[in-house]
């Protein structure tokens, strides 16, 4: 974990773009990266025009809060969609009432927000369309459950 203040210019953040799967995609610039920085994470996305970057989900242990630096998308919530554009702050506490994904839905400019978490960990991440949790621990890679596959507490325990 880094233990001295660190100031980079954003010129020097290195993107890495992910597209695995319509209609995901996105570049994120790590500003402080998972492996250097344990209690807050920040990054800036890029969001391609009409695409997404995450499904929608929740948090259980950790707080999103995002600043849309450029470009205008939708918001969807538990409370229906709600417009965002450049200058927006949009905080989602850890819990369903927190529950989100970002669209861009400009057909020529991409939407560009810093993205700011904390890192509480082990954290529980829902996705309510698709019915399935994941388990995100700190530095691990993310595990992913169907909700249907639940077990009984004692499931396959001897005496």
Not at 71 to 86: A, M, V, Y
């Amino acid at each position: 974990m880094k233990d001295e203040i660190v100031i980079i210019s954003e010129s020097n953040l290195v993107g890495k773009h992910k597209e695995e799967q319509e209609p995901y995609e996105y570049v994120k610039y790590e500003v402080t990266p998972r492996n250097d920085f344990g209690q807050c994470y920040i990054a800036i996305y890029e969001i391609p025009p009409m695409k997404s970057n995450y499904p929608y989900h929740y948090h259980i242990a950790n707080t999103e809060v995002f600043y849309i630096i450029s470009g205008q998308g939708i918001l969807r919530t538990p409370n229906g969609d709600r417009n965002i554009k450049s200058g927006d702050f949009i905080v989602c506490p850890p819990s369903e009432k927190g529950a989100h994904k970002i669209v861009n839905s400009s057909d020529s400019e991409v939407l560009k927000y810093i993205d700011f978490d904390t890192t509480n960990s082990p954290d529980i991440v829902r996705y309510p369309d698709s019915d399935k949790t994941g388990i995100i621990l700190h530095n691990q890679p993310s595990i992913f459950f169907k909700n249907e596959d639940k077990a009984n507490y004692y499931d396959g325990e001897n005496i």
